[in-house]
C-alpha cells in the first residue's frame, strides 16, 4: 500500500485512491457476508427439514395411538428447535379432533409445549404472542382463558381473531358471548374468519347471541351483522329476518334482510317492497319473489317488467322465468301480452337465457 502516500500523487489523487480501496474492502466483505449468511440459512433449512421430519412421523405414530402417545420414547427437544416444535404441532393439531386430538395434547404435555407457549406468550413480539395464543387453544387449556380474553382486545388484528379464535377452543359458551357483541366494533376483523369462528362454535351455540346483537343494533350496523345471520339455525333466522322485514324501512337493513330469505312463510309486506323507494330493495324482492313466489305473486312481479331502473326489470323477469308452475306457453302468452316494450324485451332477453324461443 505504499504507492498510496507517494509524494508525487496529489492531494485528490490520493482521496479518489483511497476510495478505490474503500470500495473494494467494502466489497469484499459484503461478498463474505453474504456467503456467510446462505451458509447460515441453508444449514438452519436442513436442521429444520431434519427436525420435522422426525417429529412429523412421532406426531403421526401419536395420532394413531393413544398408548404411544403416553408412554412412547420421544427424543430431546433443543432450545433452538423449540419454535419448530410448536409450528409442526399446532399444524398437525389443527387438521384433527376427537381422539387424535387428545393424543396430541397429551404428547404436547409430556414435551413441554405449555412451558414454551407460556415464555411466549410474555414476549413482545407479536409473532411469539400469535403463536403461544394458538397452541394455548389447540391445547384447550383452561386456565388460560382470561389470559386470552384480554388479547382478544389487543389492537393488532392477527393477535385479536387469533386470540378469538383460541378462545372458542378453550370456552365455546364463554368466547361466544364475550366476542359475538364485539363483532361490530372490530371491524379490523377478517369476515372469513369472523364466519369460521362462529361455524366452529356451532350454530344452537351462537344463534341466540348473533340475534340479540343483530335486533339492538343500529340500522347500519344490523346490515353489517346479517352477513353473519346464515350461520345461525334456520327457525331463529326465520324469525329474525320476518322481524327485520315487518319493522324496518331503512334500505340497507331490507336489502340485507331480503337477500336471507329462503323457503316460503310468507314475506311480510312484500307488495309494499315492491314499491320500495330506493331500487335495490325492489330488486331484491324481485329476487325473493323468484325463489319462494307462489302463483298469486305472479301479479306483482309482473308489476316490475316496466320499472325505471333496468335492473329492477331483469332480476323480474329472470324471476318469472324461474318460477316453476309457469311453463313456456304461459311465458310466451305473458310476453305477448306486455304493452311496455321494455317489459316485453326483457321478458325475451330473459327467455332466451333459458333457452325459450
Given amino acids: 500500500?505504499?504507492?498510496?502516500?507517494?509524494?508525487?500523487?496529489?492531494?485528490?489523487?490520493?482521496?479518489?485512491?483511497?476510495?478505490?480501496?474503500?470500495?473494494?474492502?467494502?466489497?469484499?466483505?459484503?461478498?463474505?457476508?453474504?456467503?456467510?449468511?446462505?451458509?447460515?440459512?441453508?444449514?438452519?433449512?436442513?436442521?429444520?427439514?431434519?427436525?420435522?421430519?422426525?417429529?412429523?412421523?412421532?406426531?403421526?405414530?401419536?395420532?394413531?395411538?393413544?398408548?404411544?402417545?403416553?408412554?412412547?420414547?420421544?427424543?430431546?427437544?433443543?432450545?433452538?428447535?423449540?419454535?419448530?416444535?410448536?409450528?409442526?404441532?399446532?399444524?398437525?393439531?389443527?387438521?384433527?379432533?376427537?381422539?387424535?386430538?387428545?393424543?396430541?395434547?397429551?404428547?404436547?404435555?409430556?414435551?413441554?409445549?405449555?412451558?414454551?407457549?407460556?415464555?411466549?406468550?410474555?414476549?413482545?413480539?407479536?409473532?411469539?404472542?400469535?403463536?403461544?395464543?394458538?397452541?394455548?387453544?389447540?391445547?384447550?387449556?383452561?386456565?388460560?382463558?382470561?389470559?386470552?380474553?384480554?388479547?382478544?382486545?389487543?389492537?393488532?388484528?392477527?393477535?385479536?381473531?387469533?386470540?378469538a379464535n383460541a378462545l372458542v377452543d378453550i370456552d365455546a359458551d364463554f368466547a361466544i358471548e364475550k366476542i359475538v357483541p364485539m363483532i361490530n366494533e372490530r371491524r379490523d376483523w377478517p369476515k372469513n374468519r369472523i364466519s369460521i369462528l362462529l361455524r366452529t362454535a356451532g350454530s344452537a351455540r351462537i344463534s341466540e347471541p348473533v340475534y340479540r346483537a343483530i335486533r339492538a343494533a343500529e340500522d347500519n350496523d344490523k346490515a353489517f351483522l346479517l352477513q353473519f345471520a346464515r350461520l345461525v339455525e334456520p327457525e331463529v333466522l326465520d324469525a329474525l329476518l320476518e322481524d327485520l322485514i315487518r319493522g324496518t324501512n331503512n334500505p340497507g337493513v331490507l336489502n340485507a334482510a331480503l337477500k336471507l330469505v329462503s323457503g316460503f312463510k310468507g314475506v311480510p309486506r312484500i307488495a309494499t317492497l315492491t314499491q320500495h323507494a330506493a331500487w335495490f330493495v325492489r330488486m331484491q324482492a324481485a329476487k325473493v319473489l323468484g325463489r319462494v313466489g307462489q302463483r298469486e305473486h305472479l301479479s306483482l312481479l309482473e308489476s316490475l317488467l316496466d320499472d325505471e331502473e333496468w335492473w329492477v326489470r331483469y332480476r323480474a323477469a329472470q324471476s318469472i322465468v324461474s318460477l316453476p308452475f309457469i311453463g313456456p306457453n304461459e311465458l310466451r302468452s305473458l310476453r305477448d301480452r306486455q304493452t311496455d316494450p321494455y317489459a316485453a324485451d326483457i321478458l325475451q332477453q330473459s327467455f332466451a337465457e333459458v333457452g325459450i324461443a
Avoid at 412451558?115 to 387449556?141: E, M, N, P, Y
Fill in 1 to 163: 500500500m505504499e504507492w498510496l502516500f507517494r509524494s508525487e500523487f496529489d492531494q485528490l489523487t490520493v482521496v479518489a485512491l483511497w476510495s478505490i480501496a474503500g470500495v473494494l474492502v467494502t466489497t469484499l466483505i459484503l461478498f463474505v457476508y453474504t456467503i456467510g449468511l446462505r451458509f447460515v440459512t441453508v444449514s438452519s433449512a436442513r436442521r429444520r427439514h431434519a427436525f420435522i421430519s422426525i417429529w412429523r412421523e412421532i406426531f403421526a405414530e401419536a395420532v394413531l395411538s393413544a398408548d404411544f402417545a403416553a408412554n412412547g420414547d420421544l427424543p430431546k427437544v433443543s432450545k433452538g428447535n423449540q419454535i419448530f416444535l410448536l409450528e409442526e404441532w399446532n399444524q398437525v393439531r389443527s387438521i384433527v379432533e376427537g381422539t387424535a386430538a387428545e393424543n396430541l395434547i397429551a404428547i404436547a404435555k409430556r414435551t413441554d409445549i405449555p412451558v414454551i407457549a407460556a415464555r411466549l406468550i410474555k414476549r413482545h413480539r407479536i409473532q411469539s404472542k400469535i403463536l403461544a395464543v394458538q397452541t394455548f387453544g389447540h391445547l384447550h387449556d383452561r386456565s388460560r382463558r382470561d389470559e386470552i380474553f384480554e388479547l382478544v382486545l389487543h389492537d393488532n388484528t392477527a393477535l385479536s381473531i387469533m386470540a
